[in-house]
């Protein structure tokens, strides 16, 4: 009887043997070889392929952004635990001298850095809306972004499918709350043939996010009975647990009120997204065809390298 | 008389109102439009290019890295005020509440945070060393990298040229003195083809390392008259204080020694790199040829979009 952490670690072992991943002594942050690489560049680019039927505007975020935007977003309410907020050192010589007698002696020195105004992206939408705000409203039809970046998670997990640093391809749609909800239900069949087309055939289903502590539970729960959070599931290491490798997320007027996104004709926007967990849908496609992509299918491959 | 800063802004707000960046509300932290990642694309492309002959090995990091390979480093030593160390939150409910009250009463809240085992790379080879030295010895005629990653530098700024958050291409070498030397000196003159092909002419000059404190001053004085740091030098805001879009470093035995990375013969390996800076070397194209890469000249077309 394998358990999900010996499955997990055994696959992990595999990764690193290959040289797919290469381990740099964090659990859940790792150098990725060519051949990993290979195949996320080629997976990218058939994600771009499957939305271009959009004429997105192409934005790209360097993975921190702003302290401000992120405390105005809510989200060290909702996920305090994953977030990652950037400290730097601001003192003096005298100050320096005990940060190094610190670092040296291997005492805590989180007392002796400042907080900086940047924050790791939890999300590769995030700086989408404080953006896209600021730029005025909508036009009729809303608009539509492709956005792909670093995503941080403070989550530290012996599962190679669970990382605290990894790449996210999103779609984001504003506008009117039916155009917004019509365009992620859409979505919803798009990014399952995206990821059939490859031959990973994922079961959706009702999600939430993890939400922390008690009143979180009641957070979790609205969000299911609201059915505003879908997945898509594949087994990577685990046929009980599955591994969500994209996500659907219908926000309503979240962070069009927070950021004071409008309508073209003034109203609050609603939002979504859908997003791509790049690494988990490459660790997938592994566990899926091999190792080695030179062995997958032909029709993988061809969807891959066309 | 134009101050530099009123250069800075002026090229900013330029660049802003072309929607080639975009800003984000706090200094050196910028999202970018197609065009401007169109054009880091194409560089990106003609690096790798230029350094095909190599046979360099590709690795890609997240943008974050070990908190003790950087303690190890000794960044927190020589460049502290520079650093960026991630933190979260680890507190219980009763803690969660008062990191929300401080949140909302703007605050102070660093001290209801813990540090990570992350912090953001400061450059884009740093977790190269460690990676390496973890696989065993080199092999005779040591390793060449080709590595890409995102970097962050805490210092919020003005110029559009000087980003808390960017990217840098490297090429880095491992090995023997000898060759690591001839390698990087070799570079020099590549380094320089490669911004000559696209138009740039930028001056070479002797540089340091931004070392903090008055023991910086010693160590930066050191490494100039070693000549182990060369930058490519371009005006992209100001004429008498040029922006450094390439750097060469020549880390001598320095990396070898704290991470134990040995050559085929067991002697401490030497270590160079080259790095080009991504976000600098496009500013810098945008403010040679114009705003619009459709009407730049033909040969520097012809390089970017061969």
């Keep these: 009887m394998t358990t999900p952490e010996q499955a997990q670690k055994a696959y992990l072992d595999e990764l690193i043997k290959a040289r797919l991943l290469l381990p740099t002594g964090v659990a859940g942050v790792y150098g990725r070889g060519p051949v990993f690489e290979g195949v ?20 790209r975020f360097p993975p921190v952004l702003s302290r401000r935007h992120f405390e105005v977003s809510r ?40 907080m900086t105004d940047v924050v790791l ?32 998670r403070h989550e530290p997990s012996p599962d190679p499918a669970r990382l605290q640093s990894f790449r996210m391809y999103e779609y984001v749609r504003m506008g009117e709350p039916e155009e917004v909800r019509t365009w992620i239900e859409d979505w919803r069949e798009r990014g399952a043939d995206v990821l059939r087309s490859i031959g990973l055939d994922p079961d959706i289903a009702t999600a939430n996010d993890p ?6 539970k009641m957070l979790a729960a609205n969000q299911r009975e609201q059915q505003l959070k879908f997945e898509l599931l594949y087994p990577i290491t685990s046929t009980e647990q599955p591994t969500a490798v994209t996500s659907f997320n219908y926000h309503q007027d979240h962070f069009g009120g927070l950021f004071g996104l409008k309508t073209a004709d003034g109203q609050v926007a ?31 491959r061809a969807k891959l390298w066309p």
Tied chains: 1, 2.
């Design 211 to 216: 939400f922390f502590g008690r009143g979180g």
């Design 121 to 152: 992206a939890p999300a590769a939408c995030y700086p989408c809306y404080p953006t896209a705000a600021a730029q005025g409203p909508l036009p009729k039809g809303g608009r539509t972004f492709d956005i792909l970046n670093y995503c941080f």
């Design 270 to 300: 609603h939002t979504a997204c859908i997003g791509f967990g790049m690494e988990r849908v490459t660790l997938a496609l592994f566990k899926k065809h091999g190792l080695d992509p030179q062995r997958w299918p032909a029709a993988v």
């Design 75 to 114: 989200y060290l309410k909702s996920m305090p635990q994953l977030a990652g907020l950037v400290h730097s050192f601001t003192g003096d010589s005298a100050a320096h001298n005990k940060l190094l007698a610190a670092v040296e002696g291997g005492e805590a020195y989180a007392g002796l850095l400042s």
């Design 40 to 59: 996320i560049d080629r997976f990218d680019a058939l994600v771009k392929r499957a939305g271009e039927y959009q004429r997105a505007e192409a934005w």
